[in-house]
């Protein structure tokens, strides 16, 4: 049997992750990356079709413990980025389509023939090398036929009382119940975009009036505040269009279960059974946000702002995302409850913790204290470099509004660094460490807690990874502020670890950096027990130093030990063996 063919033996790998410090080994791979056979590929891939399952299956056999799926939400045709999806609803192009024609799970709704049809006239594809792409242009009206006959199919029979979909049925039926709250405002939006970019006079297969390819809501000439509106003109309208889009409505509802259920069934497939261990799914936790969720919540949103990435070293200019960002005012409510922002985030992250093993965060920082700027400047780019923090910005002159939001105080910033960088908040103390620690307790981790089985399962994202924890702790000190170094618990205020200066500029990657880097630094010099040094091995954080030296002083007793035998910030990649001392 060839190498590649070989199971890898689970002992070896049990060992090889324990020498690394780390608990699974896991493999990221997009939808629309997955692989897809001839016979079912429209020409996107999904982790859903056979051969998507049966790639999974080959990963499980290296010796993969977990799949990192990228955002799973609902895009669009003009934007097919997938951390620009839908914070609930699938994205339906990730439908696998043959188990919809030959699985009498889904009722044999599509009819093998349409199938048929629709793969012959797919385009050619590059069959040489890996440059093939994604053909979306080709993919969305042929995914959209393909789902229209299945719902076609599927509502003939239910209405006709046939048993084969009478499972179907009920499971409809229950779905559309449990997810009303956003199943009609996404499809409402889908509907209204596509009706006032066309006119209303735009009509796909079997009649459905949807195309994924509509216009954005701030230029439509109505309904704007349709979905936030309280006032019973609003309500009359959305039951008006609820009645006259009954069709589409049930359409999309459809085509949501259909993904609810290949996931599901998917996890099922790929949990533990005897000889063969689980190959966790694990979800991603994005920071961005819809513009079909934007039109029906932006009255949880702060006004005049968007949300951004900073100047940094790989990236000079900035990013201005555009992605709304949650109003402060709204995160609490009475009696110390979420407020409505806060229970959205609640909402979004039990829903991810329901539907995967385990969830990656995008953007920390976003969460805790993302980067904001002004929305009325022409220029964007320009304006995200004139951006600041929301928390951190008490008296800046070009952002006024944000004074009302800050949690540092102006004698506790350094005016005379730029606003990104990380010595930008020198100190804090106790009250303000614990608020900031507050953002990130009532969203996902804060959920994770909250439900016994999801403990341990919200990781952060590789540009943001956690602190490492102090000796004989499961990890920071509750109240800590994510990224930056935790003080000593003994003094009043907290002063944040001050930071080399770099000796060759900005770019000299020997220097550390991450505040990760830093809380290492002020962990050994807490914890200054000394390890064994036999066997034990330390590389440079960034790659430089090509020879293993021997450990010195180990930090902690966690499995990723944070080392400094002498200048460079360095890591243990074999646990070390305590003194019995």
């Keep these: 049997m060839p190498a590649h063919d070989r199971p890898v033996a689970r002992a070896d790998l049990a060992a090889a992750l324990d020498i690394l410090g780390k608990r699974h080994l896991v493999l990221a791979i997009h939808d629309v990356s997955f ?23 080959f990963v499980r056999q290296l010796g993969f413990t977990g799949v990192q799926l990228g955002p799973q939400g609902q895009t669009s045709r003009y934007n097919p980025s997938p951390y620009d999806g839908a914070l609930f609803a699938r994205d339906i192009l990730s439908i696998a389509l043959r188990p919809l024609a030959d699985d009498p799970y889904y009722g044999n709704v599509l009819p093998r023939a349409d199938l048929d049809d629709l793969l012959r006239g797919r385009p050619a594809r590059q069959r040489q090398g890996v440059t093939e792409r994604a053909d979306y242009a080709a993919v969305w009206p042929r995914q959209l036929a393909a789902l229209a006959s299945a719902w076609h199919g599927f509502a003939r029979r239910r209405a006709a009382a046939d048993p084969s979909v009478a499972d179907l049925a009920e499971a409809f039926d229950g779905f559309t119940r449990e997810h009303a709250g956003w199943l009609t405002p996404a499809g409402l939006y889908e509907i209204l975009s596509t009706a006032y970019r066309t006119g209303g006079t735009w009509s796909g297969a079997h009649g459905l009036r949807v195309s994924f390819d509509g216009s954005h809501w701030r230029t439509w000439p109505r309904d704007q505040e349709l979905w936030v509106s309280k006032t019973q003109a609003a309500a009359a309208r959305r039951a008006g269009l609820s009645r006259t889009y009954a069709r589409e409505l049930e359409f999309l509802a459809f085509c949501q279960l259909l993904a609810a259920r290949q996931h599901a069934a998917l996890r099922a497939e790929l949990a533990a059974r005897p000889g063969l261990p689980a190959l966790r799914l694990f979800g991603d936790l994005q920071v961005g946000i819809s513009v079909g969720d ?34 402060p005012r709204l995160y609490g409510g009475g009696g110390g409850e979420l407020g409505p922002a806060l229970r959205l985030v609640a909402a ?150 001050q930071r080399e200066r770099p000796r060759r500029g900005l770019g000299d990657a020997r220097q550390p950096r991450h505040p990760a880097d830093l809380a290492a630094r002020g962990l050994v010099a807490r914890n200054p027990a000394r390890c064994r040094a036999d066997g034990v091995f330390v590389r440079n954080v960034w790659g430089r130093a090509a020879t293993p030296t021997p450990c010195a002083r180990a930090c902690s007793r966690t499995p990723l030990h944070w080392c400094t035998p002498s200048s460079p910030t360095c890591w243990c990649a074999r646990r070390a063996r305590w003194p019995s001392s």
Excluded: K
């Design 294 to 327: 934007t039109w029906a919540l932006h009255d949880l949103f702060l006004s005049g702002y968007a949300m951004g990435a900073p100047p940094s070293r790989t990236n000079p200019d900035g990013q201005p995302w555009g992605y709304p960002v949650l109003d």
């Design 348 to 497: 979004r992250t039990d829903a991810m913790l329901r539907d995967y093993d385990g969830l990656r965060v995008d953007h920390p920082h976003g969460l805790v204290c993302p980067w904001v700027y002004r929305t009325d400047e022409a220029d964007a780019y320009r304006a995200v470099q004139g951006g600041a923090r929301l928390f951190e910005s008490p008296c800046l002159s070009d952002h006024p509004r944000l004074a009302a939001y800050a949690i540092a105080r102006a004698d506790q910033l350094d005016l005379a660094l730029p606003r990104h960088a990380d010595r930008w908040v020198h100190t804090l103390d106790d009250a303000q460490v614990a608020r900031y620690a507050a953002q990130l307790e009532r969203r996902p981790r804060g959920r994770a807690r909250a439900r016994p089985r999801a403990r341990g399962r919200v990781v952060r994202s590789p540009q943001h990874p956690a602190l490492p924890a102090a000796a004989g702790a499961g990890g920071p000190r509750p109240g800590a502020l994510p990224g930056h170094a935790e003080g000593r618990s003994d003094q009043s205020e907290r002063r944040l670890p």
């Design 35 to 57: 692989p897809g056979r001839d016979d079912e590929d429209l020409g996107r891939g999904s982790p859903y079709s056979g051969g998507g399952r049966a790639f999974l299956g």
